[in-house]
């Protein structure tokens, strides 16, 4: 079983930065690619970003792209989601989620690729 527990988001002015951050635990963190997802009131939940087991390769949502980037820190079991520009539109329940993978190059873009969630950190952004 892997654990994740995200922290990190708030209330921020359209135009500011937010830096989530999700733990792991449970197993081994560099076997475990990540991914991010989000949730807005009335919507289905959409991928934000995504990150291979060893941090080789990253994906975005085009929404995102150039605004947002997600790294981790292996010794630290941690992933991060840097949030830069924040737009009203970005407003959402953040979720971190893990896959238990052996490519280094693999991430997901789609939720049901991942088995692991955590519970999620509300951001809001107003304008």
């Known amino acids: 079983q892997v654990q994740l527990v995200e922290s990190g988001g708030g209330l921020v002015q359209a135009g500011g930065s937010l830096r989530l951050s999700c733990a792991a635990s449970g197993r081994t963190f560099s076997n475990i690619a990540m991914g991010w997802f989000r949730q807005a009131p009335g919507k289905e939940r959409e991928f934000v970003a995504a990150?291979?087991?060893?941090?080789?390769?990253?994906g975005y949502a085009d929404s995102v792209k150039g605004r947002f980037t997600t790294s981790r820190d292996n010794a630290k079991n941690t992933v991060y989601l840097q949030m830069n520009s924040l737009k009203p539109e970005d407003t959402a329940v953040y979720y971190c989620?893990?896959?238990?993978?052996?490519?280094?190059?693999?991430?997901?873009?789609?939720?049901?690729?991942?088995?692991?969630w955590g519970q999620g950190t509300q951001v809001t952004v107003s304008s």
């Open positions: 990150i291979s087991r060893k941090g080789v390769t990253t």
């Open positions: 989620a893990g896959a238990i993978v052996g490519s280094n190059n693999w991430y997901g873009i789609v939720s049901g690729s991942y088995g692991y």
